[in-house]
């Protein structure tokens, strides 16, 4: 097993940069020039292409993607003790929003194979008391928007989707229609944290909407609640997406879907190189959804063997991630909600598993290929 002679990196922004450098940096001149540093043109151009990549949706930017999720939740105006149905195998802002809004996340479990919300695990937890559904779109596909849908339409819940990690990804619907992700429920969300599919170069978040009305709103709400300037009809948030980042956004957005292009050809490379890997699973494909592989996440098969095979990784020169190693029950912060270790299995059980690869556009073959050997070797031996 040859290491290849260029290092494998789990992201490399350094290199998908220094190829947009030229727009990059005209981009921060024209900024620097206009001295529009708040709010400048920028950010509603990049807002009017982005809701045009995604089919005609409202886009409100704002200032990071967990100010996103609780701005959707503050846009749905829920009463106090409000519950959300959320994922147990998520990222723990989805959690945070609602519980700084005085919401009580209620957890439901995942999928085993797209380690997504389970529909019959969160028609198990509606109750009267349900205000919301929050499907995350983990690793690069869509949640089950089709059956997620029913299920908020006919409880008379509101579905908010966290597109952190789908933003491109599509779904289709057993009727035919095609919809981008974060472009189906009452709200979507997504984060411009540098890692993501379309990072910035700081931080940054927006929020969709299909509703002019709800856009409208949304926009008071990141802008102090306010109608006017000093008109402040409701409490809200300072949450904005500064001008710099919008303009080097735009760049970046350009380029989304031959970035989109490369993952999928370093997925499907992947999908060779470790198909037939004993003691190894790769990603699952729902059909009905596209996958934009923000992560490229298998699952180790076998007590500790994921941990002893990340090991190994790193001293092959192969950098892994782990999303996520405790679940949302198990962290502290929500030890008031009352859960106990064993509620959520399958999450449990993928905190213990999964196991996140090198994904980004630039992954060449040869690198691609000695990951497949370097896993496959271990594997077959330990």
Do not use: W
């Not at 499907?135 to 908020?152: I, M, N, P």
């Not at 944290?193 to 299909?210: E, H, I």
């Amino acid at each position: 097993m040859l290491r290849p002679s260029t290092p494998i990196r789990l992201l490399d922004l350094a290199a998908e940069h220094a190829a947009l450098q030229p727009a990059l940096d005209a981009a921060v001149r024209e900024v620097l020039a206009e001295a529009a540093f708040i709010q400048g043109p920028a950010v509603g151009q990049f807002a009017a292409e982005l809701g045009h990549h995604l089919g005609g949706a409202h886009v409100v930017p704002c200032a990071n993607g967990t100010d996103a999720l609780t701005l959707a939740l503050l846009s749905l105006n829920l009463p106090a003790g409000a519950e959300v149905i959320v994922p147990a195998f998520t990222y723990v802002a989805t959690l945070e929003a609602a519980a700084l809004l005085g919401l009580r996340p209620v957890l439901a479990d995942v999928r085993p194979d797209t380690f997504n919300l389970d529909p019959a695990a969160v028609a198990a937890a509606l109750t009267p008391r349900t205000g919301a559904i929050i499907a995350v779109h983990l690793f690069g596909q869509c949640a089950d928007l089709e059956v997620l849908g029913t299920l908020a339409n006919a409880h008379g819940v509101d579905l908010v989707e966290d597109n952190a990690q789908a933003l491109g990804a599509t779904f289709q619907f057993a009727s035919g229609k095609i919809a981008h992700a974060g472009a189906v429920g009452a709200v979507g969300t997504t984060s411009f944290f540098p890692s993501k599919n379309l990072g910035a170069l700081g931080d940054g978040g927006a929020l969709f909407t299909r509703d002019p009305a709800r856009a409208a709103l949304l926009q008071q709400l990141a802008n102090h609640g306010q109608s006017q300037k000093y008109h402040h009809q409701r409490i809200g948030l300072n949450s904005r997406l500064d001008t710099l980042q919008a303009a080097l956004l735009r760049v970046k957005l350009r380029q989304l879907p031959a970035n989109t292009a490369a993952r999928q050809a370093v997925a499907a490379r992947y999908d060779g190189a470790l198909g037939d890997v004993s003691g190894l699973q790769i990603p699952a494909r729902d059909a009905r959804s596209s996958h934009v592989f923000h992560q490229y996440t298998v699952q180790v098969e076998g007590p500790g063997r994921r941990d002893a095979l990340r090991e190994y990784l790193h001293q092959c020169g192969v950098p892994t991630a782990v999303y996520y190693p405790v679940p949302a029950h198990q962290q502290p912060a929500y030890a008031y909600l009352g859960y106990q270790a064993g509620q959520f299995p399958v999450a449990e059980r993928l905190c213990e598993t999964v196991l996140s690869l090198p994904m980004h556009p630039l992954l060449t073959a040869a690198q691609v290929a000695y990951v497949g050997e370097v896993m496959g070797f271990y594997l077959a031996n330990n």
